[in-house]
């Protein structure tokens, strides 16, 4: 069953007087449970892509179907709930928030939910220790190692368990031990059913995924299938 | 999300900050302090005046000659009006609700008594006057009921005039010289210091028809009537009206009850308070600015916390509440700080200056905090919507 289906997804800017079309009649369907990787040069379209999977972005036209409602007509707020609920987000630079400790950062979507306390602290819990950072959950990020940040980000975007995780660049800012460790955490995480989009420009860790599309000039330039 | 959680968030941040956050608050509290202790004095002042005023009994009724009258025509027109005199007094006096009655005429004149000489407020009175005013008679006694047309010569001494004229030495059967016309002292009032700028020390009591002589005048400053506590007040307007009036004729005299002076005063000494709030106002004003400027660089430091939260699943409204609760919390605290420090000022000035008068309503600190509170609403608006409108793929994209 799909999980997301883009139908004739067009995305234009207005750059001064000229309008790029950042997408261009998009039309992809992501399994639920598949793992696909988006390539590309910069400017070739894929964090726009990535931004409006993400519901961060609107289509300029198109349908955008996830979880089988076409979510292109809901409002900010109904958007923001379905962010909450549905899409985890793993960005190249953490983005935690540097005043608050590891587990409260985990807590945050959680919060924002308006969960209640004991549910949350159970939650949080079991987040950090999947990710190994149980007697890291009080230290701020600024005490913590790129890695360390890293899997934090990624209890972040797994507490509140959705079903899309997105990942920009997750190993962007990582050394490559800490990013193959950081691959295969979001790679565990994807056979234990949840669907993994990754955004990267590096081809070695986009052909990890079973799904590659290459993307150009904002359109699917080419796409491979693993097996 | 949670009232628990959304204060949380909003302290961590203020917490985080802490330098920044207390200046900021600071303006507030300063603003505040000066809010607050500039209407405790003017509160203070407003009751000290109204004390001061009442300290003569609230039961009194004045009577002055002419008609304080808002319609167009003089009562000139119909011819002059009679003067207030001791007859009038005395007809008063006859009134069953009256306890007191004082013919009262006031001049400056030069008393010598000795080879010495001091010019003073004379005050022509009636032998009522210490009951009407609560005063007291320090040594021998005050004016007798004499005939009230034509009193012997006794004059009763203020006790810092005695001291100036006498010294040490006992006034009582001494002769002294008023306005040239010879008197012989026959007490001395308590002392009851200055009463709305008039020395009430410095003074001589003699009877009013000589005062009348004495400054050459047929009619009487005022009539004050003290009246029985049981007695409604408009009963005894109603009957000194009554009696005035058939004695002149027409109304050609106004009665103001001690309400009605105590209406003015208290309206007039709301004024000044409001107007002394209003300068320490601007401080505020100033504050708040403090509030603008820290939240809109606030909001520019955690733009990418901005796009975060909203990629999070925060919806706009969320991002605003949290700004503008942090602007709103960075006023409450500021403005309790203010209160503390203008509350303790005010305290120190009493406890400097015993004489000061300061108090400070409960009203006006509720008042104060709420303003406080509303300034931070007003000051994080701003600062607050444009976090909450912000893109949050450019939020997140800042670094």
Known sequence: MPVIQLQQIHRDFQVGDQVVHALDDINLQIDAGDYLSIMGPSGSGKSTLLNLIGLLDRATSGHYILNGQDVTVLSDTEQATTRNKTIGFVFQSFHLVPRLSAAANVELPLMLAGMSVEERRSKVAK?????????????????????????????????????VLLADEPTGNLDRKSGLDVMGILEALNDRGITLIVVTHDAELGQRARRQLHMLDGRIHREEQEG | MRTRDFLGLTFSSIVAHRLRSALTALGIAVGIAAVILLTSIGEGIHRFVLQEFTQFGTTLVAINPGKATTAGTSMGVFGTERPLSIEDAEALRRLPFVRAVVPFVQGNAEVEADNRRRRVAVYGAGPQMPEAFSMAVRSGRFLPADDPTAPRAFAVLGSKLRQELFGDANPLGKRITIGGSRYRVIGVMESKGTVLGFDLDDTVYIPAARALSLFNRDSLFEIDVMYREEVDVDTVVAGIKRTLTARHGKEDYTVTTQQQMLDVLGSILN?????????????????????????????????????????????????????????IVLAAIGGVSGLGLGIGIAWLLHTAMPSLPVHTPLLYVVLAEALAVSIGLIAGVAPAQRAARLDPIEALRAE
């Open chain 2, 271 to 327: 004024v000044l308070t409001f107007a002394v709030a209003a300068i320490g106002g601007i401080s505020l004003l100033v504050g708040a600015i403090g509030i603008v400027t820290i939240m809109s660089i606030a909001v520019n430091e955690r733009t990418s916390e901005i796009g975060l939260l909203r990629a999070l699943g925060a919806r706009r409204s969320q991002v605003l509440n949290l700004f503008l609760g942090e602007a």
């Open chain 1, 127 to 163: 987040a950090l220790e999947a990710l190994h950072l149980s007697d890291r959950a009080e230290h701020k990020p600024d005490q913590l190692s790129g890695g360390q940040r890293q899997r934090v980000a990624i209890a972040r975007a797994t507490v509140t368990e959705p079903a």
